[in-house]
């Protein structure tokens, strides 16, 4: 038996759904169902505009559509990220400056951000890891004094929380990702939200090909044209459908690997006492979601050990991200503020357990087998 890092979960009323958008007749964008997707989001996180589109990566594209990315500018963001991050503005011929993050959260360092900023930054990309908000009060407040945009990868963090906000709703626009790694999921699929009202039509436009359509749609022109750059940026009503059934059950879910998070947290805290490895932080002043559980131990030859015992055992964990800054594209068009220490440290270091709807059954074994392990390469 193999328990895998993943397994999507499923909520039953999925495949009626599915069913449901065939029978009424459109499966393309925008149907009946992504309008209740829409509504649920703006409804429940307090966003002014949400947008589903089909995949957080199109959304990190969007925003810089939206704010008018050029050649030659600056994006401040962390290395410790998704590609897509980066990606997202590399298209438009931006540069991201990577900046170190913090050694509990792993997040953004803020106290680095502002040493980032040129006359060519542009804006601020902070990433939510593990679920767990930045310090998004900082971050905001070097944005109004350099008169910069910030856009949330909030991909990890639907339904965390950071000063009593929903993150992806603090900046100017945060991106979603309904990925089926993620908590809440279609398959693939994202949202854009919109948090400044002056986006929210160019944003409807930009999504739908650089047409003024959906303004058509609700009668507020007699035909629709080519006003705008834009993709293609809708998801099918198939992903709506299927998330729609999602987010019905989206806080039984979160409140589900919650406690999978907590039996995992309270069944190692000796070995952190033990200073054998470092455990997850959460911020004072937030929420999280539960998104990630990872542990941190002394270095990389460690964690590899550990995760080839792991696999021996039938349990499959895995390590997170390659920093970018030492990525081969990465190198060619980035540039970094500061030493990157941190990033590179936690990279080497860091390893994610499974943690999905249903693991309760194995979830003893994995933490007797992560103890002994643990103990053994410690020895």
Known sequence: MTIPFNRPALTGAEIDFIKQAHSNGHLAGDGEFSKKCHRWLEATLGTHKALLTHSCTAALEMSALLIDILPGDEVIMPSYTFVSTANAFVLRGAKPVFVDIREDTFNLDESLVEAAVTERTKAIVPIHYAGVGCDMGTLMDIAVTHELAVIEDAAQGLLSTHNDAYLGTIGDFGALSFHETKNIISGEGGALLINNERFVERAEVIREKGTNRSSFFRGETDKYTWVDIGSSYLPSELIAAFLWAQMQQAEALTKHRKELWKTYHQAFAELEEDKLLQLPKIAKDGSHNAHIYYLVLDSLAQRNAFI???????????????????????????????????????????VRLPLWIGLEQHQNYIIDSVIEVVRELSN
């Open 308 to 350: 080839d015992a792991m696999k021996a055992r039938g349990i499959h964990c895995v390590f997170h991200y390659i920093p970018l800054h030492g990525s081969p594209y990465g190198k060619q068009v980035s540039r970094t503020s500061g030493s990157l220490s941190v990033t590179e440290s936690i990279s080497d270091r860091l």
